[in-house]
């Protein structure tokens, strides 16, 4: 149970408290976040002294004040110099998803240089030209902010409102199961070695369970970031969801295999003529490592 979850217990939440005016992606994701816990209206005002009091008010990317404990989430107020630590920030950190959320959202850590540094620096920092961040905006985005930003109050029957509770039940639901599954991972994700005429060729192999059969390979590139091992895997071996067989995928793309070399293979019921996946009938794990042995591509010495 989270740090946030039991202090949800502990009281009755009432009313979500964020500006009034033009919508941003922080305070829209921060309310969509608590409007998913706690199912309460939002209404778009300045604060008072009495809503910044009172525990069972949250107010939201406005009021000057970050006081978790009195459910106060404003950045404002912090130093020119400060982590770039927006509303949304504030929030996850509230629920205990925060470092998960920054470590496996990408898109949370330029979320929070737009908000608290402005275009033209999150453009430098993202390494990208400024026009880009605007050739980047999508209409989904634009409408919902605007939609948002033209109410005073939303209630749970608003439309607006119920697509807020699923961004933020998406964003819950993706960080908590994903936790779920990277700890799985440590413990049942194994490492093979194929060995080559030169450097040798590492698989991360998943074995089939129940546990994961809904999704097989769901979580493996955030656990192998999280191990650090980006330059070291070339290939994936995972259950296949649609079959009884297995999934061999190059790992980012690594040209030292070709899966079309082994189209011809009696166990391999497809091979992507790219060749950057395959789907294979056994479950052998001899059979898959000498699969991945004949998908390597041979370089002249």
């Not at 809503?51 to 008010?57: Q, V, Y």
């Not at 949304?88 to 925060?98: E, H, K, N, R, T």
């Not at 959202?105 to 605007?134: F, H, K, Q, V, Y």
């Amino acid at each position: 149970m989270t740090p946030h979850s039991e202090y949800r217990d502990s009281m009755t939440m009432q009313l979500i408290v964020t500006h009034p005016g033009g919508a941003h992606k922080d305070d829209f994701l921060a309310c969509s976040l608590l409007a998913h816990l706690h199912g309460i209206p939002i209404q778009r005002r300045e604060p008072t002294d009495g809503d910044l009091a009172d525990r069972s008010i949250c107010v939201v990317d406005v009021g000057g004040v970050h006081d978790p404990e009195h459910n106060n989430f404003d950045h404002h107020q912090f130093a020119r110099d400060a982590p770039p630590l927006c509303a949304l920030s504030l929030v996850l950190q509230s629920m205990g998803l925060y470092e998960d959320a920054l470590s496996f959202c990408a898109w949370l850590r330029p979320a929070e240089w737009l908000d608290t540094l402005g275009p033209n620096e999150t453009a430098n920092l993202m390494g990208i030209p400024r026009t880009a961040l605007s050739e980047l905006n999508s209409p989904l985005d634009t409408t919902l902010l605007n939609r948002f930003a033209k109410h005073t109050e939303l209630r749970p029957d608003n439309p607006v409102y119920q697509v807020m509770c699923m961004v933020g039940e998406d964003i819950v639901n993706y960080l908590r199961s994903l936790r779920e599954r990277l700890n799985y991972l440590k413990e049942h994700a194994q490492y093979w070695t194929i060995e080559t005429d030169g450097a040798p060729i590492q698989a991360l192999y998943l074995e089939k369970s129940d546990v994961i059969s809904d999704d097989p390979s769901f979580g493996i590139y955030a656990f192998i970031e999280s191990e650090g091992k980006e330059d070291e895997i070339q290939a994936l071996v995972y259950p296949d969801r649609r079959g009884d067989g297995y999934g061999l995928t190059r790992y980012n793309d690594s040209q030292r295999l070709d899966f079309s070399q082994i189209e011809s293979h009696d166990e391999v019921r497809f091979a992507h003529k790219r060749g950057f996946v395959a789907k294979v009938d056994t479950t052998d794990p001899a059979r898959l490592k000498m699969l991945l042995e004949n998908a390597i591509v041979k370089t002249d010495c």
